[in-house]
Every structure is written in C-alpha cells, then in structure tokens.
C-alpha cells in the first residue's frame, strides 16, 4: 500500500509538475520582493544582494529549494532532452501569473508566444508518452 | 536594454545551462553500480554554485525589469540544454523532440520580444 502511493508519487510526471508549480509560486514570490527592495540607483544593485531584505524573497528560495528535489526526482528517471522541454510550460505559467497576480499587462504577442509554446509543448509530449509505456 | 543588462542575462543563461547539465551527470552517477559517492557530491556541487551564480544575477535583473519581461529569455536554454543533452550526455535526441524544442524555444522568444 505504502509501496504503491509511494511510486504513485514518485511518478517522474507528477514530479514535474509539482516542481513547475513551485518554481512559478517562487518567481511571483521573487517579483514581490524584488519590487519591494529595488533600488537601481545604488551601484551594487545588480548583484540582487539587496533582496534579501524581503520576506517574500525567503519564501520564494524556499519554494526553489522544494522544487529542485521535484526537479532531481524527475530528471533521475526522465532523460534531460524531454524533461527540460517539458518543464517549460513556467513560460506559460509565470507570464499568465504576471498578468493575473502582479497586474503586468500581457500583448498580444506575448499572448501568440504562449500559444506557439503550447503547440511545441504538445509535440513534445507524444514521445514522453510513448517513453512513460516503457518505463 | 543596455549591453550590460545584455551581457547579464547571458551570463545568467549560460549558469543556467551549466547547472542543469551538472545536474544531471550528478543524478546519472548516482543510477550506476558502486558509484563514487565523493565524485557524485563534487559535480552536484558543481551544480549548485552555478545555480546560485544564477540566482543572485536574476534577482538583479528582476529588480530592473518586469518579471513577464525578461524571464522568458531563460527559454532560449532550452536548445542549448536539448543540444547538451545530445552532445555532453548522449542522450537521444529524435528530430520529434528536436522540432518540439525549436518551436518552444521560438514561442519564447516571441514571447521575450514583447
């Protein structure tokens, strides 16, 4: 039983799509922050370093840290040239929450690469399929 | 954009790739037989420093442009990772997988242009 749900949740998929979830809370997370702490006058600012100030900044780092085990939990089972295509649905994801959580606006050509993404997400999703029936 | 904020974000592109690929060859260590365990903590900590290189110039660029903005720009690792998985790790790259990379990778660069 514990052995099945186990598996179940290790499943390489199920993985990634945790960490992908995660990864967008973080960079959402990082923008409040970072909107928070900016200041692009001082000339040390393009390290980050300032950030650090933000609570917000903490709870992304530890929302990346979570998703990097997702991430390592999928990579151990899925070769790197399906996983990593896949894992970019976040350039679906953190565009659309920029646009519906932080009140960036989204044009239409922004709107038209969200499609084309998809397109190349569901191309290379039938090879991962076929991979998931033989593992 | 200046050439600086440019030279930044490929600097930040390039952390990127090395760390996933590092990664990687760290969790491909650990699926063999006897495997050198010091070996396997040296390239996932190899790993890690490029990722954190990564993390500190992104939160740099972050509080300069909008997140919608330039965060896409880390897409364009997606042929160079597809490229390093064939060539560094010898995967299998089928011409599927090579297109469906190529239009993602095009998507997010419609999507950068913005």
Known sequence: ?135 | MTYFAALLILVTLSCFVAGQILLKHAMDITARENYSRRQATMVFAAAIAAFAVNFFLNLGLLQRFDLSYFFPFQGLSVILIALAGAFVLKEKLTPRLTIGSIIISLGVILVSMS
């Not at chain 1, 598996?7 to 967008?24: E, M, Y």
């Not at chain 1, 899925?78 to 565009?95: G, K, Q, R, S």
Request: charged letters at 10%; hydrophobic letters at 55%; glycine letters at 6%.
């Open chain 1, 1 to 135: 039983m514990i052995g099945s749900i186990r598996r179940w949740f290790l499943n390489p998929w199920l993985q990634l799509l945790i960490c992908v979830l995660l990864g967008t809370v973080a960079e959402i997370f990082f923008k409040i922050g970072a909107r928070q702490t900016a200041n692009p006058a001082n000339a040390w600012s393009w390290t980050g370093l300032s950030g650090l100030r933000s609570n917000w900044v903490w709870i992304g780092v530890l929302a990346s840290i979570v998703s990097l085990f997702n991430w390592l939990a999928t990579i151990r089972r899925l070769p790197l040239t399906v996983a990593f295509p896949a894992a970019n649905v976040v350039h679906i994801l953190v565009p659309l929450s920029s646009w519906i959580f932080l009140g960036e606006t989204l044009s239409s050509r922004r709107w038209s690469g969200i499609a084309l993404l998809l397109l190349g997400l569901l191309i290379v999703a039938q090879p991962a399929a076929k991979l998931e029936e033989r593992l």
